[in-house]
């Protein structure tokens, strides 16, 4: 025998109801099938409602009854396709005759006492029992059954306690008669009302919300069946709340143990009591998916064979008040505890959590919201002499989360609370409570609500999730931002292949921004953000991103913007590494780029620059393996503009040098402005980069520069004139220095140079087999003279300009991060 419990959406339109039947009639045809039935879908809150504004004198409570019973009434006749047969109309309409009768005995009263609140709501199961088993009777024996005459239960404690010896015997008798009267023919299915009960003197009692769930166990213990199948809207057990976290899965198996304690803290697919039967029994309980029946579900055993994993899932209750009880008044002095739960046991409060510091200085718990004030009065009095002389305070915190990590594998495994813990931490979530049971396969903590989302995801990140995922916010789409996402798009099935689910979640321009927490389409994100109406606001964008919870994201700065400096703080404060090609934040006055540099490590956040130098060469990378190595750097010098690379590698003296600005700004070889190339500011950049990495306190005036441009051409706009009157004011200068080196078979080229006794940026002169002589176009050279590289040093060479190679870098840095993430 088999049971199967129907509720909720699986009974809410007449369409479901008949895939219910098929469901029911299929498993028939396996073995012998009971069912248990829940109200059609919103009914129990409806009879409630209803209850409450008959006792309130409320009038609307008859339209409310009229509502319903015009639902039932065109549920039939929608069901049966034209007039439903008396053996199902007559029992309906004298249900809801009877439901009326009562209804109005509340309103006339003016009182709705425990037990006619009850009655009342019983009216959901047993409409649903009556309806379902005359459409089952279409192609199959079927009966309704009042689980009233089955279980029996005491109604001292709310809800009622079952008492399952008379329960047992009640419930295989009514089997047995069912058989009997069916004589020889086909076994009718019994369709049992979940949800209610009654007490030994025949009142009606119910077994809580949900508690159609725990009728179902009931029944199958008592009946010994070989199954129990909880039909419900979703595919199975999550592995976590799939709205919280959208990478949660179906667990295919769990033990009655994890089950227990995913069910308990807030994985409402199964009713927490049901466990208890049909563990007793031995019985499996399979959760499966009335709108997907075919999707195997999550079966529920003894011995789950995935339990040797170490974490099985995770689970988290809203909603939640944190209490704690400190002082010195506590220390040492024997019954504190005893009396704080004594309170709270005579208040009727149910504790969820409880966490004590070995100090004896705290003691904390968490209880349900509706049940803080209650909680409060409850220590206040039990406590008043202690809290008025200040011996103990007491802390209310609201809106806090529980959350819950479940696993048969965690017991006796070391490491698991560190990964929990080391995982929030990593992303700042902080824990205001921790309980761990003797179990050990619990591990549960107290949070903000507004981390929960957060909390949730890096856990399941950290233990469920086989790829690493890295989240990207691109800001900036000119060349070098365009030609990384697309480097992204091409290589992204590799990565995943390779265990690394890279992901464009955002991207922004100057003036809009996209903001996918799944990712963003990389075939059409140019449309897509040229159609956004998301206006952007880099003081409001930190905290929209922050709000979504993201787990490993990562700002990858490719502009050139002051403004997007400014706001790296508050990317960092949002959970944000940062990438960039961006100069401007290594070169910030010394006391702003220390107060990021802080910012990152308290943060524990990476902060990844090796294009801004170089581009795609790896200059910063290298650099920095010579100092983790040891090494000592003497001196580094290079040449470090392409711009300026390519001007010198083409300035022999016989064209004009202000001509050959103008083609290289023609070309787009320059900065818009190619005033800002000749100042050697950019060399200067880099310089201070390297100086900072190495250590020294220092800022862009310790830089000696040679800017090419004449003080006088500094300042206003780049007119039709400017080559002519650069020319005038540079070319003959040029001419003659460049006539001077070659003179000396040496060459002339603007290089940046950094020793521990001055950084410089100008021209100098170099032998024509000198490495810096060699370069072609717009290629740049480094060479570190250090200990090591005494005699002759390392030099790296290569583009050190254009968007392929600049992003490339950027993507190096992007690789880089995800190696550095432990998951």
């Known amino acids: 025998m088999r049971v199967l419990k129907f509720g909720g959406t699986s009974l809410a339109t007449p369409d479901r109801l008949r895939e219910v039947v098929r469901i029911v009639l299929d498993s028939a045809h396996r073995e012998r099938a009971v069912v248990v039935v829940s109200a059609f879908e919103g009914v129990t809150d409806l009879l409630l409602d209803l209850a409450r504004r008959a006792e309130g004198g409320d009038a609307s409570h008859a339209a409310g009854y009229k509502e319903l019973r015009a639902r039932h009434r065109s549920a039939l ?15 309906v309409d004298a249900m809801l005759d009877e439901l009326g009768e009562v209804l109005h005995g509340i309103h006339l009263l003016r009182d709705c006492s425990r037990h006619s609140l009850d009655l009342v709501a019983s009216f959901g199961e047993r409409l649903s029992a009556a309806t379902l088993a005359g459409l089952l009777r279409r192609s199959h024996p079927a009966t309704a059954v009042d689980a009233r005459s089955l279980i029996v239960a005491d109604d001292d404690a709310e809800p009622a306690a079952v008492l399952f010896e008379e329960t047992e015997r009640a419930v ?5 008669k069912i058989d009997r009267e069916a004589g020889s023919g086909r076994k009718p299915i019994p369709v049992i009302t979940g949800f209610i009960a009654s007490t030994p003197r025949g009142r009606t009692v119910t077994l809580g919300r949900n508690g159609s769930d725990y009728t179902a166990a009931i029944v199958g213990a008592a009946a010994k069946a070989s199954r129990i199948e909880i039909w419900t809207d979703v595919d199975g057990v999550m ?9 949660a899965f179906v667990l295919p198996e769990l033990t009655y143990e994890e089950a227990m304690e995913m069910s308990y803290f807030g994985a409402g697919v199964l009713h927490t009591a049901a466990l208890a039967p049909a563990m007793a029994r031995g019985i499996p309980i399979h959760i499966k998916n009335t709108f997907a029946p075919d999707r195997p579900g999550t079966k529920i055993s003894a011995g789950a064979p995935g339990a040797a994993e170490v974490a099985k899932g995770i689970s ?6 944190l209490l704690t009880l400190r002082g010195p008044g506590m220390v040492g002095v024997p019954g504190t505890a005893e009396r704080m739960f004594r309170a709270l046991a005579a208040a009727r409060v149910n504790v969820i959590l409880i966490s004590q510091a070995s100090s004896e200085h705290t003691v904390c718990f968490a209880v349900a919201g509706g049940q803080a004030e209650r909680a409060r009065r409850a220590i206040g009095d039990a406590f008043r002499l202690e809290l008025r002389q200040e011996h103990l305070t007491l802390d209310v915190s609201p809106e806090q989360t529980v959350v819950a990590v479940v696993g048969e594998g965690m017991k006796g495994t070391p490491g698991v609370a560190g990964k929990v813990f080391g995982a929030l931490g990593r992303h700042h979530v902080n824990v205001s409570a921790i309980a761990q049971g003797a179990s050990e396969r619990n591990i549960s903590f107290v949070t903000d609500t507004g981390d929960k989302t957060r909390a949730l995801k890096v856990i399941h990140q950290a233990f469920f999730e086989k790829r690493k995922r890295l989240q990207l916010f691109v800001m900036g789409t000119g060349n070098v931002g365009r030609e990384l996402v697309q480097q992204i798009r091409t290589q992204r099935a590799v990565l995943l292949g390779r265990g690394l689910d890279l992901r464009v979640c955002g991207v922004a321009n100057s003036r809009q921004y996209l903001l996918s927490e799944f990712g963003i389409d990389l075939e059409g994100w140019e449309d897509d953000l040229a159609a956004s109406r998301e206006r952007l606001d880099l003081r409001e964008l930190p905290r929209i991103i922050d709000g979504l919870g993201f787990t490993n994201v990562a700002l990858v700065d490719c502009t050139a913007s002051a403004a997007v400096v400014r706001a790296y703080p508050d990317f960092v404060r949002a959970d944000m590494h940062v990438i960039t090609p961006n100069k401007l934040a290594n070169v910030l006055p010394w006391r702003r780029y ?3 540099l802080d910012l990152l490590e308290t943060r524990q956040k990476h902060f990844l620059y090796e294009a801004n130098v170089g581009a795609g060469m790896p200059v910063i990378s290298t650099l ?10 003497r001196r580094i010098e290079g040449i470090f503009s392409g711009t300026l690379s390519y001007l ?4 022999t003296g016989v064209e004009p040098f202000s001509g050959l600005v103008r083609e290289a700004h023609d070309l787009g070889y320059t900065e818009p402005d190619p005033r800002e190339d000749l100042s050697g500011q950019d060399v200067a950049r880099k310089l201070l980069i390297f100086a900072r990495l190495l250590g020294r306190k220092m800022d862009l005036r310790g830089i000696r520069v040679e800017n090419l441009v004449p003080a006088r051409l500094r300042r206003g706009p780049v007119g039709a004139d400017f080559y002519d009157r650069l020319g005038d004011a540079v070319d003959g200068k040029l001419r003659r220095s460049v006539e001077a080196a070659r003179s000396k078979a040496f060459v002339l080229r603007y290089v940046g140079s950094l020793t521990a006794k001055e950084a410089f940026a100008g021209l100098q002169q170099f032998p024509a087999d000198h490495p810096f002589a060699a370069i072609r176009g717009s290629d740049n050279v480094i060479a570190f003279t250090t200990d090591r590289y005494s005699r002759t040093p390392l030099v790296l ?16 840095d992007i690789l880089k991060l995800a190696s550095y993430l432990p998951y």
């Open 239 to 247: 592995s976590a709340d799939p709205r919280a976290v959208p990478e």
């Open 624 to 633: 920095g393996d010579l100092i983790a190595s040891g090494d000592t750097i």
């Open 797 to 812: 060479q290569g583009p050190g300009a254009g968007a392929q190679v600049t992003a490339m870098g950027v993507f190096s």
């Open 648 to 651: 010198f590698n083409r300035f």
């Open 316 to 321: 988290s209750i809203d909603g939640v008040t």
């Open 594 to 596: 220390r107060a990021l």
């Open 77 to 91: 006749d929608a069901l049966f396709l034209e007039r439903p047969p008396r053996s199902v109309a007559r029992p």
């Open 172 to 176: 295989r008798a009514r089997l047995r």
